[in-house]
């Protein structure tokens, strides 16, 4: 599929042009300079065709900025896997150095470049693009990525410089696979790990993540999406706006995924956040991968220290605690391909079934020598269960006399018996008592 990416310096709308285009909302869009730091990647669906869209960050030439050196690598990068460029100026503000700067490396780069005059919300405006020939990139393109004007004629002129593609991408049913965590877990960085290229901009600065961010992962066996979210704050660290826009697209990305893969910072064990975290996907009924980061930092490994620290996540975590938790380092990349086959085997325990006549042959022996405790004097029996079929979690039903007296001490009892029995680490269950 063809890639098209959208750069340019800060601040000249690539990232609402990118939602446009995609008709969504997931990059940021703010009036401050710098919102958006990685590769933002969708699909543009024009006149039967289909390809990619990157919306990178606004490149900054000659700037001292942590952020802006780590940009100006993002675009480099997303340049060189682009098959056509978008370059987006502002005609409110005319032609700038940055944009003779950044004209100068497109023109090296061989690729085809369409120059954007953004912003151009009348057409008084358009007759002021003339300046922008200057950049010697071919005729420059006036809409306005806020109302949508002019964009029709661009992605008409997109899909005459790109070569036909007739390779269909089939991304239905890719399970999804969201890192999450507090800020500066390391979530980037295992991804980073992963993919094995700098894809997503990592620094010391907790929040460098803003946006949520999905990548195509599709080596050794695996197909799936990695999902890096930006860190969730506690709620009265949440001043920027930015900040509350990215806590709520992690929150989504939560909601959208199978799977989650809680990053937890070794040096400074489970927190508060840690668990709020927790107790969202547990909310959501994801699956759960818990990853202790940063061990490499940790100076005793021992096996008393292990079972230490994996005790105190458990009763934190309790009563949930059939979870795997995997001690690994995104930096030095120890047990990082143990936390995939981890995820994906989490993934496949939501697909178990169990049969009937299994499901009875096992629990109804364990519900006869553990009954139900009695209420007001009534006892409660249950003589049959079963699993739900086509659910999207693991589903069981088991059919009593007095369904309403059954307490949720029990329904645990129930679900951990199952537990104990199928493989169903990582994964939530539903235990529903019903009327016989």
Known sequence: MSLVAIVGRPNVGKSTLFNRLTKSRRAIVSDEAGTTRDRQYGKCEWNGREFSVVDTGGWVVKSDDIFEEEIRKQVVIATEEADLVLFLVDITTGLTDWDEDVALILRRSKLPVIVVANKADNFDQYYEAAEFYKLGLGDPMCISSATGSGTGDLLDKVLENLKSDNADDIEEGIPRFAVVGRPNAGKSSLINAFIGEDRHI??????????????????????????????????NKVSEDLE??????????????????????????????????????????????????????????????????????????APFVDFPIIFASALTKQRIFKVLETAKQVYLNRTNKVSTSKLNEVMLPLIEAYPPPSVKGKYIKIKFCMQVPETQIPTFVFYANLPQYVKEPYRRFLENKIRENWQMTGCPINVFIRQK
């Not at 990548?215 to 709620?235: E, M, N, Q, W």
């Not at 709520?248 to 910072?265: F, G, H, K, P, Q």
């Open 244 to 317: 509350f826009y990215s806590v709520m697209r992690s929150i989504r990305a939560i909601e959208n995924s199978d799977v989650c893969i809680l990053m937890i910072d070794a040096t400074r064990g489970i927190e508060a956040q840690d668990m709020n975290i927790f107790q969202l996907i547990q909310k959501n009924n994801k699956s759960l991968v818990v990853v202790v980061n940063k061990w490499d930092l940790v100076d005793n490994k021992d096996q008393v220290v292990i079972k230490t620290f994996e005790n105190a996540i458990r009763e934190r975590m």
């Open 202 to 235: 990592v620094t010391d600065i907790a929040g460098t993540t803003r946006d949520s961010i999905y990548t195509r992962y599709d080596k050794f066996g695996f197909d799936f999406y990695l999902v890096d979210t930006a860190g969730i704050r506690r709620k």
